[in-house]
């Protein structure tokens, strides 16, 4: 049985968003390709959710997307990721989720709040898969992927007090170990209020979270599956090993191998470190000569592996990754024997620094996709 994997960049101005799909090829019918499974990596700058729903309407319209229907135009996703906490990443999950919510909310227009918001705490989301849509509590299907949740975002930034600084409703209030990605959905009530007073209501368990490196590198985004017990990711040395360690019985996955600066067959944080250090020996103050921030450094990477006797690795992307980083990703890609990936996500947080050459040296590259804007803040790279 043959399997395709189709990579869908998506045009989200300034940042970036895709959709891979695992197909396998249909002969009957108008549509050509099945969908098997399917990942969302990063939405983009805020107001361009827009952007994603249209590429999911375009995908239904192409594509037997099978189980990840939803609906007559929506489709849904075995794992939504975001690479880092910068908005041209994050935000246009973010305002999807949110846009979905108002919908939801304008059909209860004429209840009182006290009606709608036991109503709103049961809804799920489109973009996730569960056992029974109705219910969310009969099974969650969807990982939500981040490189860090709120018990250490303070710590790497060495912000003081209580509370959170991720992004508006991504903020959980400062708990530890969570295990369930929940939304608090904002808005007017009633909602032709001229003062526009807004109500809130907290969303939980919309689907599985999962944000610890020792969890997330190794892990096959398209099923969600880990390494084999007993394995851990700073002990596979190679892509084959990566594809003979895994649970995944797929014959290719997206494979997370960085995340947080930790990188797959190296032990702890690869990137350069101050002496001083904050209440986590695995959290530090960096430094690096390269114009990236920490956000960038700790981006979540993958590959689309294909497993064989020699392993090959067809398309690389990781968020914003930093330099230092990127190169120890190189380094492990390299390790057994051939190192080409024809196609590479670049990075577009800096004109000067995007794509340095040591990179395109150590993953040969046929081709590249990158983001480009006019605006002064984003460039395309000025050097390859």
């Avoid at 057994?336 to 040969?364: C, D, H, W, Y």
Wanted: charged share 25%; aromatic share 10%; with cysteine.
């Amino acid at each position: 049985m043959s399997y395709e994997v189709h990579s869908i960049h998506i045009n989200v101005g300034p940042g970036d968003s895709a959709i891979h799909l695992l197909v396998q090829p249909v002969s009957a019918g108008q549509k050509s390709f099945k969908v098997v499974r399917a990942c969302l990596i990063d939405g983009g700058m805020p107001g361009y959710e827009e952007g994603i729903a249209d590429t999911i309407r375009d995908i239904r319209s192409k594509y037997d997307v099978g189980d990840h229907a939803v609906d007559a135009t929506l489709m849904c996703f075995d794992s939504v990721v975001i690479t880092h906490w910068d908005q041209d990443h994050y935000s246009g999950i973010r305002d999807y989720i949110q846009e979905e919510f108002n919908t939801k909310a304008k059909k209860l227009k004429g209840e009182t709040w006290d009606q709608v918001k036991p109503k709103l705490e049961k809804e799920t989301i489109s973009l996730f898969r569960y056992v029974d849509r109705t219910n969310k509590d009969s099974g969650l299907l969807t990982t939500l992927y981040a490189p860090y949740w709120n018990e250490n975002a303070r710590k790497i930034y060495g912000l003081k007090g209580s509370g959170s600084d991720l992004p508006g409703p991504f903020d959980d209030g400062g708990k530890t170990k969570i295990e369930k990605f929940n939304f608090d959905f904002q808005t007017p009530w009633p909602l032709d209020d001229p003062k526009k007073r807004k109500v809130s209501v907290m969303v939980t368990n919309l689907c599985n979270l999962c944000y610890e490196p020792g969890k997330t590198i190794g892990t096959n985004f398209l099923d969600n599956e880990g390494l084999k017990d007993g394995q851990t990711y700073d002990k596979i040395a190679n892509k084959s090993e990566l594809a003979n360690n895994t649970k995944s019985p797929l014959p290719v996955g997206i494979f997370c191998i960085v995340s947080k600066a930790h990188v797959i067959g190296n032990s702890g944080m690869v990137t350069q470190m101050l002496p001083e250090s904050v209440d986590d020996d695995d959290i530090h103050v960096f430094m690096e000569e390269e114009k990236a921030t920490e956000k960038n450094r700790l981006s979540i990477g993958a590959i689309v592996l294909w497993k064989a006797a020699a392993a090959r690795a067809s398309h690389y992307f990781a968020g914003d990754l930093s330099y230092e980083v990127e190169t120890k990703v190189g380094e492990w890609l390299a390790k057994n024997g051939e190192s080409k990936i024809p196609n590479i996500k670049l990075r577009q947080a800096s004109p000067l620094f995007t794509v340095p050459a040591s990179r395109a040296a150590l993953m040969r590259p046929w081709g590249a996709t990158c983001s480009a804007t006019t605006g002064q803040s984003y460039a395309p790279p000025s050097r390859f």
